[in-house]
């Protein structure tokens, strides 16, 4: 596969990914760390850090309004939930990186 098919189809995938986790929104951040060891404000940092390796202006809240398709307060107001204690013990409990 060449290189900028290869960079389309990844393209595809992660706007897919997005769509999907905006959707979901009822999985919580927290529940991606427990489950995956990341989470959408991870995927907003890496989508800063790529903008930022090709010199392209992104601050850290507009990477997270390109994950979460909103300004990340507002999502917070609308979908997050307190963590509970599983949700918590699970978390310190895991491998970081």
């Known amino acids: 596969m060449d290189e900028e098919t290869r960079t389309k189809l990844e393209s595809a995938a992660f706007r897919r990914l997005l769509d999907h986790l905006r959707e979901r929104h009822d999985v919580q951040n927290i529940d991606l760390m427990n ?36 300004p990340y307060d507002d999502w917070k107001a609308l979908h997050q939930k307190e963590a509970n204690p599983d949700q918590l013990a699970k978390f310190a409990a895991a491998p970081k990186a």
């Open 35 to 70: 489950l995956a060891g990341f989470c959408r404000n991870c995927l907003s940092n890496w989508l800063k850090d790529a903008a930022d390796a090709q010199g392209v202006p992104l601050t850290k809240d507009g990477a997270r309004e390109q994950v979460y398709g909103m």
